[in-house]
């Protein structure tokens, strides 16, 4: 299993249009192969190539244990409106509602360059949205009111210190401390549900 390291907010790479994937390669596959390894040792749903300082226009996602590839993807339909909290692995700690489509169209290549098509709403639906805006530099701070992004922003100055050269190394510390949190989640959302039968 490669780790990747996954670049903050302020690295460059975040804010660039990635690259057409004309072919797959074996480069390629490997890459996505350990997008998904780096996004379940994040925690992560969805990662993009540029998270990873790289700018083919890939993007990993799994919302449900059901693990996509998507190569140069494209939404195709947007309908309806949807409120989510939303975080991103390349900026740790900061949660914000989102407003975007409820219901989207996406077009895209899977890792054998065949053509795909897929239909998402809910946490799916902005997954994907958030995903594809990493392929064309854009960040969910974006879809913020300027007030909210600033306010963001100064929360992110507390903590950017922990991340030099703006990279976020996934250390087997980092990983431990990570799956205790995602542990003692699932705890509380288990005791919340027996609490509820009763």
């Not at 909290?85 to 890792?111: F, M, Q, W």
């Amino acid at each position: 299993m490669a780790l990747l390291d996954i670049h903050v907010i302020g690295s460059p790479i975040l804010r660039r249009e990635t690259q057409i994937v004309q072919q797959m390669t074996s480069g390629l596959r490997q890459l996505i192969t350990d997008m998904f390894d780096t996004m379940y040792a994040a925690k992560g749903i969805g990662l993009a190539a540029p998270q990873v300082g790289r700018i083919e226009r890939i993007a990993v996602v799994d919302v449900e244990k059901n693990p996509i590839a998507l190569i140069n993807p494209v939404i195709t339909i947007k309908s309806g409106k949807s409120r989510r909290e939303e975080g991103c692995l390349s900026i740790p700690d900061i949660h914000y509602d989102v407003e975007r489509a409820g219901k989207v169209t996406v077009n895209a290549l899977d890792v054998d360059m065949k053509p795909i098509t897929l239909e998402g709403s809910d946490l799916f639906g902005t997954c994907l949205q958030h995903e594809i805006d990493h392929l064309h530099g854009k960040l969910f701070l974006d879809h913020l009111s300027i007030l909210k992004r600033r306010q963001a922003m100064r929360e992110w100055e507390e903590e950017k210190d922990q991340y030099p050269e703006l990279i976020r190394r996934l250390t087997p510390e980092v990983i431990a401390r990570l799956q205790a949190e995602e542990d003692e989640a699932n705890a509380e959302e288990a005791a919340d549900r027996a609490a509820d039968r009763r």
